[in-house]
């Protein structure tokens, strides 16, 4: 089936400081990657999407400037926390989508800011 | 946005014992998803139900959709303690390209052994 994988798993920082989180889609091509946010004890909630080659599209509430988000190739996107702050701090997962109307969910990456 | 509206948000049922959860949600929809989540886990895709099926199965899993109501039920038979866990529902919202997912707020889901 098909797998995406998050890296890293888990990151602890200071405030201030930037994070980037890998997602990657492993065996397969995914036109579209989504980046979404948790909160402890809370749902998932959608940041953006985005598509290989072109700007990320960000949901209402989210900050493009600080949630940056480069989609370089079919099997990688990249989220970067930028000027992180200890609000930050969540479990942020990515997903991948082909054509079809699935979307494969990474294991998620737990951002911790100090 | 968050439209999906999980309930109960917590549940708690013995051992062997069928669990049902519900959702509602508020928009036209492609299709509705249910997955589940481990405690500080990634996500695990449960089902699909597209929006013209009324009743899907997958093992000990059965999942209706009912668009005129807006709502759907996950139903766990048989239940075991594995199958502690949240539980979400997630809409793709109608309207064309791809979507990110509107997840609900989801149920937690205790299996007494």
């Known amino acids: 089936g098909a797998v995406v994988s998050q890296h890293p798993s888990r990151v602890i920082c200071k405030s201030g400081t930037s994070v980037k989180i890998e997602c990657r889609s492993l065996?397969?091509?995914?036109?579209?990657m989504f980046w979404y946010r948790q909160f402890p004890k809370q749902s998932l909630m959608l940041m953006a999407t985005?598509?290989?080659?072109?700007?990320?599209?960000?949901e209402q509430g989210v900050e493009k400037d600080k949630f940056l988000i480069n989609h370089a190739s079919l099997t990688l996107s990249t989220l970067t926390v930028t000027s992180a702050h200890p609000e930050d701090s969540s479990f942020y997962i990515c997903?991948?989508?082909?054509?079809?109307?699935?979307?494969?969910f990474g294991p998620g990456t737990r951002l911790t800011v100090l | 946005s968050q439209q999906g509206e999980e309930d109960p948000q917590a549940l708690s049922i013995q051992e062997g014992e069928n669990a049902t959860m519900n959702c509602s949600y508020k928009?036209?929809?492609?299709?509705l998803q249910w997955y589940r989540q481990n405690s500080g886990r990634g996500l695990v895709h449960l089902i699909l139900?597209?929006?013209?099926?009324r009743e899907k199965h997958s093992g000990r899993l059965r999942v209706t959709l009912d668009t005129s109501k807006k709502s759907s039920s996950l139903l766990i038979t048989a239940s075991r303690a594995a199958d502690t866990a949240s539980y979400f529902c997630?809409?793709?919202?109608?309207?064309?390209?791809?979507?990110?997912?509107?997840f609900g707020k989801g149920t937690h889901l205790i299996i007494q052994p």
């Open positions: 997903s991948a989508s082909t054509s079809t109307d699935t979307q494969y």
């Open positions: 065996d397969f091509q995914a036109t579209t």
């Open positions: 985005s598509n290989e080659g072109s700007k990320a599209t960000y």
């Open positions: 928009t036209s929809i492609n299709n």
């Open positions: 139900i597209r929006s013209n099926e």
């Open positions: 997630a809409t793709d919202e109608m309207g064309g390209g791809a979507d990110g997912l509107t």
